[in-house]
């Protein structure tokens, strides 16, 4: 029973791991700026994913965040949100190779 906890607890990591590392791509990400309808600032602190899909090498992703429009003083004038799909590439490890918007 013991070999068998610690197996389900090393998948567990290296799941929290995978999660963290898209979510670290995706808040650097300039592809997603293509979301905004206001031609404003992603919020990084509202960005969120589920996963759809899995593939071989790849994560199908449900995008969604908060645009920043800022008035022509620099104040935020209003807050828009924004949602869509990307196709996320990873290697054997998890990291992010690359990635597109569907």
């Not at 869509?84 to 990873?90: A, D, E, W």
């Amino acid at each position: 029973m013991l070999p068998y906890l610690m197996q389900q607890l090393r998948d567990a990591s290296q799941h929290v791991e995978r999660v963290m590392k898209i979510l670290e791509y995706l808040r650097s990400c300039r592809k997603i700026v293509r979301l905004c309808s206001q031609n404003g600032l992603i919020d990084t602190e509202t960005l969120r994913y589920n996963i759809l899909e899995l593939e071989d090498g790849a994560v199908i992703a449900a995008i969604e965040f908060e645009e920043i429009v800022s008035e022509g003083t620099g104040c935020v004038a209003a807050k828009v949100s924004c949602s869509g799909c990307m196709r996320i590439y990873l290697d054997d490890d998890g990291e992010v190779q690359d990635s597109e918007l569907l």
